[in-house]
C-alpha cells in the first residue's frame, strides 16, 4: 500500500528553527509537495522537490532523499503566524497525491 | 484575481436530505478534484474530471455524485447524507494534472454540518 508518515504534533518556539519530517512509500514518484493548512482553510502551495537535495524559499526550505523516502520541511524564524497544520503530499507514478495526515505546529511565545 | 470558489463556505442538512456543494474556477484549468477532510486527517480524494472525463475513486461512495456542466464549474452531490459524511470539502484545481510538478490550487471549503 502507499503510505506517507509524519508526526502528529510539534511545538516551537517564536525566533527558534523547526524541522518538520516526512517518510513515504508510494506507488513511483513524480515529485513531493509541501502545504501549510491553517485551521478551517484549505491547503496552501509551499514547495516543490522532485530531484534530491535542498530547495530554499524565504524562512522555508524543503529537502528530499529519494533513495530513502524521506523529506523535511525546515522552518526558520518562527513567527506565530507560523502555527498551523503542515501537510506532507506525494505525487505517484499515475500523477496522484497521497496525502500525509499532517503535522500540527503549535508556536509559543 | 483568478481564483477558486466554493459555495456555500458552510452548509447544514439534515440527515437523508440532498444537499449540493458547488465550485467554479477562473483558472481556466483542465482538471478539477473533489476532497473530503475530517479533523486531523489527510485530504481524501473522492474523484476529478480531466475536462469532462470523470475518474471515480475506487472507495468513494455511491452517495457522492459529481457533475462538471463545463469549465468552470463542478458540483459535488450528497444522495442522503449520513452523519459521517459531516466533513470540509474541499475542490482543487490543476492546469494538468499534476505533470511537471505543477501544483493543486484549494479552494476555501465547504464546512458540511448533518444534524
Redesign the interface.
Known amino acids: 500500500g502507499q503510505n506517507?508518515d509524519q508526526p502528529?504534533e510539534m511545538t516551537a518556539t517564536e525566533g527558534a528553527i523547526v524541522q518538520i519530517n516526512c517518510t513515504y512509500q508510494t506507488s513511483g514518484f513524480?515529485?513531493l509537495?509541501w502545504y501549510q493548512q491553517h485551521a478551517?482553510?484549505?491547503?496552501?502551495?509551499l514547495s516543490?522537490n522532485?530531484l534530491d537535495g535542498l530547495e530554499e524559499k524565504g524562512r522555508f526550505s524543503s529537502f528530499l532523499s529519494r533513495s530513502k523516502g524521506y523529506s523535511y520541511l525546515l522552518l526558520k524564524e518562527l513567527q506565530m503566524k507560523d502555527s498551523a497544520?503542515y501537510?506532507c503530499a506525494v505525487?505517484d507514478s499515475n500523477?496522484?497525491?497521497i496525502?500525509?495526515?499532517?503535522t500540527?505546529l503549535i508556536i509559543k511565545p | 484575481d483568478a481564483m477558486v470558489i466554493q459555495n456555500p463556505r458552510y452548509q447544514v442538512t439534515q440527515f437523508g436530505k440532498p444537499v449540493t456543494l458547488s465550485c467554479s474556477q477562473t483558472l481556466n484549468h483542465n482538471v478539477m478534484y473533489w476532497y473530503q477532510q475530517k479533523s486531523s486527517q489527510a485530504p481524501k480524494l473522492l474523484f476529478h474530471y480531466y475536462d469532462k472525463d470523470f475518474n471515480n475513486e475506487a472507495d468513494t461512495p455511491d452517495n457522492f455524485q459529481s457533475r462538471r456542466p463545463n469549465t468552470s464549474f463542478c458540483f459535488l452531490d450528497i444522495r442522503s447524507p449520513g452523519l459521517g459524511d459531516a466533513a470540509m470539502y474541499l475542490c482543487a484545481t490543476s492546469r494538468d494534472g499534476g505533470r511537471g510538478g505543477e501544483t493543486q490550487y484549494f479552494g476555501p471549503g465547504t464546512r458540511l454540518l448533518v444534524l
Open positions: 506517507i502528529t513524480n515529485g509537495f478551517g482553510e484549505a491547503p496552501t502551495f516543490y522532485v497544520s501537510l505525487m500523477y496522484q497525491l496525502w500525509g495526515a499532517g500540527k
